[in-house]
């Protein structure tokens, strides 16, 4: 089940490429693990799967040591400050810098075990308040500040879209995104690189795909529904 939910979202991956003519080299597939055990990551990596994404810093650090040493582990939820040491050496990439002084904390810790830790900016492209996520209008000011702090480097953006019934209706959220990492790309500044453009969930990878994204963050249409009503996760 796992591995061939696994196979058919690769396969809508490439199929999106194609639509959009993109090399499906530049689109990396998440596989969201959150609340799943390691039984589940372990099958999925034993069919290949090496990118797995976790929203909570705890759950990150237990599933960490009880599997395989290669897994590159994204952090792709909200990041509280009090959290970012255990998050800095441990994620290959925080998706979810929000704020100057999440930023400036992950630069602290960076300092102390000699990282150069590479974040995304959160944007809140719909405007829901419900989000994090700074907006597109705040957006240059907070990487301009984050690029002259030692120890971070921005790659790019992320954003959650809104759940929506048709997943047509996000295509204007992920194509501002995207516009919006080509207008501060092309601003040149210095230690700032827009290569990474994070945006697509189960609902919306492939629309995402199709718009740009470079990471897509599946979780449900790989490993099944989440169960959050019992149990302590
Ligand atoms: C849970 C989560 C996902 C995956 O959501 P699905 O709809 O299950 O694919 C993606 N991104 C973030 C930030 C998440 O928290």
Partial sequence: MLTSNLERVKENILKACAR?????SEVH??????????????TL?????????????????????????????????HL????????????VLIHSVDSLKLA??????????????PVLIEVN??????????????????IAAVSSLP?????????IAPAVENPEENRPFFRKLKQL???????KIHNVSMNALSMGMTNDYEIAVEEGASFVRVGTAIFGARNYGTGEL
């Fill in 151 to 159: 120890g971070i480097r921005t790659e790019g953006l992320m954003t």
């Fill in 20 to 24: 959009a003519g993109r090399d499906p």
């Fill in 80 to 91: 509280q400050t009090n959290k970012v040491k255990h998050a800095v050496g441990n994620a």
């Fill in 125 to 142: 492209v719909a405007r829901e308040d419900t989000k994090f996520g700074v907006y597109p209008e705040e957006c240059e000011d907070l």
């Fill in 45 to 77: 990596y034993d069919a290949g799967q090496r990118l797995f994404g976790e929203n909570k810093v705890q759950e990150l650090c237990d599933k960490i040591p009880q599997l395989p040493g290669d897994i590159s582990w994204h952090l792709i939820g």
């Fill in 104 to 117: 400036e904390t992950i630069s602290k810790e960076a300092g102390k075990k000699q990282l150069v830790v």
């Fill in 29 to 42: 597939l998440i596989a969201v693990s959150k609340t799943k055990p390691v039984e589940d990551i372990r």
């Fill in 181 to 187: 990492s080509v207008d501060i790309a092309a601003k």
